[in-house]
């Protein structure tokens, strides 16, 4: 996350790359499915399907930024970028279904090892392993400033390491026909998928919860707005991130008795110290003088918005 600068890799040309990376991956995914077939490896086939896993989650990508771009409409009034995180949340989502399914496959084989071939194995793992990397180099650039790419850039992360530790299991195969080794090294891809992936969706959860910037610490936000001068308290704030850069902050400011005729300035002192010092672009604020405020306010929650002015 960052409410920070981002260096933004030009849009078209990002698209090509994504592209690019979409089509390696599918043509990668066909030769491992046939290869694993061939060779007997489930490994291979768990690899194959990780990768299949990483061109569905750049197509996904690829539709999102082009969703995202569009100007905000009558329909949707903050825009379409958040639609990145949704596309996160079925990438992350996806790789989890697929981690626990390969952990069932690789039970089965621990019950009932299989005949591998060793040779097909490396071979296809070592091309898979070339495509995984320039697949990664395509998309690295752009991960670090959207939470949707980063999502297909992990995938294609964890697709690499695969692809290492099946070579590695061919090598064993090859040389002691260790064949264990095959649902062994399934585990760990399913391992380190799993791992991953829960610790990546967290994140995206909490956008689409509208949860605080967790970078951001709430209360201070809070005690900023009431250390200003004319400002007698802030309660019913709603505080959430609108998309992965973007926080927002609803709030209604009570204004110190005597203070109304400077009202407006102090929302606009207001909304540039938030600006300033949290990166809050995105402010409303509802103002109230401090002889009618609300009755019992919680700092929290609560109804009202717009900017209004009320005395």
């Known amino acids: 996350m960052g409410h920070g600068h981002h260096h933004h ?24 499915v046939v290869g694993g077939i061939m060779s007997g490896s489930l490994a291979l086939i768990a690899d194959a399907l990780h ?33 990145e995180v949704v596309a996160a949340l079925i990438n992350y989502t996806t790789l989890i279904v697929i981690g626990l399914y390969l952990l069932y496959e690789a039970a089965m084989r621990f019950a009932d ?9 490396v071979v296809i793992a070592g091309i898979a392993l070339v495509v995984d990397v320039v697949t990664a180099m395509l ?19 964890a697709d690499a390491l695969g692809s290492v530790a099946v070579i590695f299991a061919g090598t064993l195969i090859l040389l002691y026909d260790w064949r264990l080794i095959d649902p062994i090294v399934t585990v760990l891809i399913a391992g380190y998928i799993l791992w991953q992936s829960f610790r990546e969706i967290g994140p995206v959860i909490r956008i689409l919860m ?74 409303t604020l509802e103002l109230e003088c401090a002889r009618h405020a609300c009755d019992d306010p919680s700092d929290f929650g609560g109804r009202g918005h717009g900017d209004e002015q009320r005395g």
């Open 9 to 32: 890799v030009d849009p078209e040309a990002g698209d090509r790359r994504v592209f690019a990376a979409i089509a390696v991956n599918m043509g990668l995914t066909v030769a491992q």
């Open 51 to 83: 990768n299949f896993s990483d061109a569905i989650s750049l197509i996904i990508a690829f539709g999102a930024r082009k969703i995202a771009r569009r100007p905000r409409d009558a329909e949707m009034t903050f825009g379409y970028g958040r639609v």
């Open 113 to 121: 090892p299989q005949d591998v071939e060793g040779w097909i194995i």
């Open 139 to 157: 998309t690295y650039a752009m991960s670090k400033s959207s939470v949707n790419i980063r999502a297909a850039f992990l995938h294609n992360v």
């Open 210 to 283: 509208l949860g605080s910037p967790p970078e951001i610490a709430t209360e201070a936000v809070l005690d900023m707005v009431r250390a200003i001068d004319g400002v007698n308290g802030i309660h019913h704030a709603h505080f959430w991130q609108m998309d992965e850069h973007r926080a927002a902050l609803d709030a209604h400011i009570v204004i110190a008795e005597g203070r109304w005729s400077d009202a407006d300035a102090v929302k606009d002192q207001i909304k540039s110290a938030l600006s300033d010092q949290f990166d809050i672009e995105h402010t």
